[in-house]
Every structure is written in structure tokens, then in C-alpha cells.
């Protein structure tokens, strides 16, 4: 191998840079909940300038940057897609992990999801002067009470249970 001048380890230097600074804008995984498709097409473009420089001089930047640039936007396209999905794979296994986090009540055997029967009977009762707790459709302890109290005070069957004739008859007592 026979010495290099100066001149040519320069151009060594320079080529090297180079294709390290292409490389890592091509490649470099920037930010993916983040990325842009038209910024991975600037760094793209901006990469294979460089090294369609490199390779064929001036007639080589104008092909790199068309080149570099596609694969660029092609690239944070796809960056972009896989980091919706792993959004959603993640969202999705939380919902799994956690599948009555924003329920009123805790789950069990005897859940039943909020009604409008049972709604407009709490209405009902706040109405007559009873306490069924919130209004919030779900049958609960205090809800319970509130019937089994009306009912008592009404000479009715007393079951705690709502139903439609419960409510007729609450409607015609001014509920």
C-alpha cells in the first residue's frame, strides 16, 4: 500500500464524515410517538445530498436528495404507524388489566349496569322527601332503603326492588 498525501487523507477524512453524518440522519431513530414523515424527509433528503455528493460529485445531489428523500418520508411513515399501534396495543392491555376502572361501583355477581327506571324512581323519591342517594341509575344500599321506606309508608308490598308500577304509583303521590 503506498503513502497517501495529504490531500487524499483529507478527502478520507471528509468522505468518512460524511457517510457517518448521512448514516445518521437516514437511520437515526429519532423520537417515534413524535415522528414526522416530512421531517424524516428533510433529514433524508439532506442525507442523500451528501452522499449522492460523495459518490458522483455534483451530478450526484440532486438524484440523493430525491432518493434520500422519499426514503425518508416513506420511513417516518412507517415509524409513524407502528407507534399509533403500539399506542393502542398499550391502551388496549390496560383496558384488559383494568376493565371497571371508571365504574360507579365495584363489580360483583349481582351488578346491574345504571338504569332510567331506577334513575327516575331516585328522582321520584327526592321528590316525595326520601333519600335514595345520587341519581345515578344504579340500585345501591341507600336506594334500597328509600323503596323499602316509601313502600312501608304507603301500604305497599315492601320488596326494595324498583319496577314500573313503583314508579306509576310514586308519579301519582307527586313523584
Same mark, same amino acid.
Given at each position: 500500500?503506498?503513502?497517501?498525501?495529504?490531500?487524499?487523507?483529507?478527502?478520507?477524512?471528509?468522505?468518512?464524515a460524511s457517510?457517518?453524518?448521512?448514516?445518521?440522519?437516514?437511520?437515526? +431513530? &429519532?423520537?417515534? #410517538?413524535?415522528?414526522?414523515?416530512?421531517?424524516?424527509?428533510?433529514? @433524508?433528503?439532506?442525507? =442523500?445530498? %451528501?452522499? /449522492?455528493?460523495?459518490?458522483?460529485?455534483?451530478?450526484?445531489?440532486?438524484?440523493?436528495?430525491?432518493?434520500?428523500?422519499?426514503?425518508?418520508?416513506?420511513?417516518g411513515a412507517?415509524?409513524?404507524?407502528?407507534?399509533?399501534?403500539?399506542?393502542?396495543?398499550?391502551?388496549?392491555?390496560?383496558?384488559?388489566?383494568?376493565?371497571?376502572?371508571?365504574?360507579?361501583?365495584?363489580?360483583?355477581?349481582?351488578?346491574?349496569? +345504571? &338504569?332510567?327506571? #331506577?334513575?327516575?324512581?331516585?328522582?321520584?323519591?327526592?321528590?316525595? @322527601?326520601?333519600?335514595? =342517594?345520587? %341519581?345515578? /341509575?344504579?340500585?345501591?344500599?341507600?336506594?334500597?332503603?328509600?323503596?323499602?321506606?316509601?313502600?312501608?309508608n304507603y301500604?305497599?308490598?315492601?320488596?326494595?326492588?324498583?319496577?314500573?308500577?313503583?314508579?306509576?304509583?310514586?308519579?301519582?303521590?307527586?313523584?
Amino acid at each position: 500500500m503506498k503513502p497517501r498525501t495529504v490531500a487524499q487523507q483529507r478527502l478520507l477524512l471528509a468522505m468518512t464524515a460524511s457517510v457517518l453524518l448521512a448514516f445518521c440522519l437516514l437511520f437515526w +431513530p &429519532s423520537n417515534p #410517538v413524535q415522528s414526522d414523515p416530512l421531517q424524516r424527509g428533510v433529514q @433524508g433528503a439532506i442525507g =442523500g445530498a %451528501i452522499i /449522492g455528493g460523495i459518490a458522483k460529485g455534483r451530478k450526484g445531489v440532486l438524484p440523493g436528495v430525491a432518493i434520500g428523500g422519499a426514503i425518508g418520508v416513506i420511513g417516518g411513515a412507517i415509524e409513524q404507524e407502528h407507534a399509533r399501534k403500539r399506542r393502542y396495543r398499550r391502551a388496549r392491555r390496560a383496558r384488559q388489566r383494568r376493565p371497571y376502572r371508571n365504574a360507579r361501583v365495584a363489580p360483583h355477581e349481582n351488578y346491574a349496569p +345504571p &338504569s332510567d327506571l #331506577v334513575a327516575d324512581i331516585q328522582q321520584s323519591l327526592i321528590t316525595l @322527601g326520601y333519600d335514595p =342517594g345520587p %341519581i345515578d /341509575g344504579v340500585m345501591g344500599p341507600r336506594t334500597v332503603a328509600a323503596i323499602k321506606e316509601y313502600q312501608n309508608n304507603y301500604g305497599l308490598l315492601i320488596t326494595g326492588q324498583p319496577s314500573q308500577p313503583l314508579l306509576d304509583h310514586m308519579r301519582q303521590q307527586g313523584g
